[in-house]
């Protein structure tokens, strides 16, 4: 770790008292020189374009000319927002979305959601519509040209949300064929062998264009848990030591989709869409519980034989058409289909006193989730200063599910258990509308004014503990504004406001059991509240360097914690509403591209506050939380490039608990072979192996110590194969999916 802080803060060093390098001037490009400055690449390129007009217009033929540079991986807005380049940098080496999205610089990635620093949880778009979670892990790597992180969203994205994470694929592909093959191998000691088969295809020949892509994940994967639970008080005394190891095995881990489009015009053109996935899990999740008490000591072993498969399906049908005048109009519509089935078998192992005991479980759990939604945009641009978008969307969800918890002390008789076992259903209608008015008021200052207006109502059924039922209806209204202001060619700044929504994931409203072991259960909530936030933010860019800074304010704030259940030893895993919560945060950037070394580097500072007086939490002093990030490639010419990542979060206090530091560094080596259309990868990444999640908090008389490890240290190789003959064109696909798809999980 003193290694790691040493590495972090040599970087930054370097990077704030860095000088500016002037731009050499270069007489002459050839397709082996490597270039740092936009400026002079620019007048490079111009040059060069002149010279094959010059070329083509004395000889009637065209000579290639090529300018190679280092590919910039950062590129700043004046908004707040950034544009993350994927294509040629190494982001690309990335086994998946997933992977890639947690190299991003402000966006950390754990437990299953994706925050963006001093924001919080983001959804995801692709080509600018959004999709859901399982449709965002098919996305081919190898498809994805750069990655917008939008932290001030307009009202023109879903309310959902408390950031949008845009990623945009590459739209320029070629007429014919094209196609790229990838075999990634990772072996880490810690969580095993996986292998990932990725392959992409592309076909266009006149108005029509084909697209599809096919990946398979094969493998083990490990995640380890250790929880300590603790009631010092002498008269209820207990202390509960877990070991949860996740021991997974991907029997067929695989996504899939195609794409058809048809052109009818340069400015207009219809698409239809299918992709899925298929999650096959097998392996063993090993569960130890030492219990001691003023009874005297237990100790519990549980193995749950994994048996679950999920199919999840998306059908996509959309029509776009851009007028001459720079109006867009887009007519959507997608229907979602998720199908789970769990069939786990439990072996449990008591021991009590010296008493030896074992008991038998079975957890067979069948549900279905159907998503049908539609949405039309509309921009109009009214003259050369002012334009005005406006559009709507309607979307029905439906959501079933059945569990039956079967219990049998010789594996040969099986009873139902009433109390583990439970019927769901949900039902759920969102109408929204919005519109945007964006002006330029004169050559300094241009400003977006909108408001989105959402309508939710929703029944929910389920028999756990009785039969309950709600039924309720609301509406939202959210205002946004963002100000830009041009005060010169090497500063500008902004202003921006957004009140945003994160209504619950729908497996978080399921009270289904998660079996762990006797007093181990984690089960949704159904009376769970969306959550509201108000964020603010304030922000400059002074020449290459970016500084912000903001404050967001939270109502009903979601969370989860480990609650006391009917028994004296027993605790349920749930996600609750919080009072109320604050952030404040500000944030440092600075991106430079030399000859032969490439470097983005943040460095951040949070404040964030939860306020709680129902669940009995006990308030700790807050603290502060910092972030360095630094990602760098140095290229030498003719051989390889060299890769080094590394990012550091501290400790942090939010008041009603604390979270301990983690890091990463990842190093990489990559080389290109035939013409670059063979490339080989090697990299070693999370090399200390310090990318683990860990706090405390105190809640009742319950003092948690939690510990999460995951397999983020591993080695992997990376082939991947170019191939095609084809000429250039554009293919546009683009889909439309919903704020509901990203709380199927």
Partial sequence: MRFLKLVIICIFFLFFLSIEVKAQRIKKVTDKSFYSDDVLFGKLLKSAQDTVKTKEKEHNELNEVVIKR??????????????????????????????????????????????????????????????????????????????EVISNPSSRY????????NIITKQNIESGIMGTANQHVSVSKFGGTSYNTLFDFSYSKGKFSFI?????????????????????????????????????????????????????????????????????????????NAIVNNSGNSFYATDVHKNDVLLNQFINLNYNLTTKKGSTLFVGSQFSNYNQTIRDFIEENSLVEETDSDRYL??????????????????????????????????????????????????????????????????EKIAAAYFNYVRTWNDKINFSLGARAEKTSYNLFTNTDGIQKFEKSYGNFFPNLVMNFDFSEDWKGHFSYAARITRPRYQALNPYVIYQDPFTTIEGNPNLLPEKTHAFEIGTMYKKF????????????????????????????????????????????????????????????????????????????????????????????????LQLLAWYLS???????NENSRSTVTLGIERNFFKDALKLNFSANDIFHKFMVSGDYNVGQTQIYYHRTYASNYFKLIAT?????????????SEIEQSENTRAR
């Fill in 70 to 147: 280092q590919a910039s991986l950062l590129k700043y807005g004046a908004n707040g927002n950034i544009d993350v380049n994927v294509n040629g940098t190494v982001l690309a080496t990335s086994s998946s979305v997933n992977e890639l999205l947690g190299r991003v610089p402000n966006v950390v990635v754990a437990d299953g959601e994706i925050n963006v620093l001093g924001k919080g949880e983001a959804i995801i778009y692709l080509n600018g519509v959004l999709i859901n979670y399982e449709r965002f892990a098919a996305i081919p790597v190898s498809q994805i040209q750069k990655i």
């Fill in 362 to 427: 079975k957890n067979n759990v069948g549900s279905r989730i159907n998503i049908m939604a539609i949405q039309t945009d509309y921009s109009k641009k009214i003259n050369e200063k002012t334009k005005l978008e406006l559009g709507a969307k309607f979307s029905y969800a439906a959501i079933n599910s059945g569990t039956d918890f079967l219990v049998s002390s010789d594996d040969v008789n099986f009873e139902l258990d009433d109390k583990l076992s439970s019927d769901f259903e949900y039902n």
């Fill in 212 to 288: 599809s892509n096919y990946g398979l994940q094969l493998g083990r994967n490990r995640e380890l848990l250790y929880t300590t639970r603790t009631r010092p008080n002498p008269e209820e005394f207990m202390k509960s030591e877990l070991t949860t190891d996740w021991k997974r095995r991907f029997n067929n881990y695989s996504n899939f989709g195609f794409g058809l489009q048809y052109n009818f015009s340069s400015q207009a053109y219809i698409s239809l869409a299918y992709s899925g996935n298929v999650n096959d899990l097998g392996g063993i999740t090993e569960s130890r």
């Fill in 651 to 657: 400790d942090r206090s939010y008041g009603l608990g």
């Fill in 721 to 733: 194969y170019n191939f095609g003959n084809s000429k250039k064109t554009t293919y546009t696909k």
């Fill in 546 to 641: 970016d500084f912000k800074m903001g404050y967001t304010y939270k109502i009903d704030p979601i969370s989860a914690a480990a609650l006391r259940g009917d028994t004296p030893n027993s605790y349920i895993l749930r996600a609750l509403n919080l009072e109320k919560g604050h952030t404040v945060f500000s944030s440092l950037s600075r991106s430079f591209n030399y000859r032969w070394w490439n470097s983005t580097n943040t460095i951040s500072v949070s404040w964030q506050k939860s306020v709680d007086n129902y669940y009995a939490f006990v308030f700790s002093p807050v603290k502060p939380q910092f972030y360095f990030y630094s990602n760098n490639t140095f290229t030498i010419p003719k051989l390889f490039k």
């Fill in 158 to 165: 879903d309310a959902e949300g408390k950031a949008v994470i």
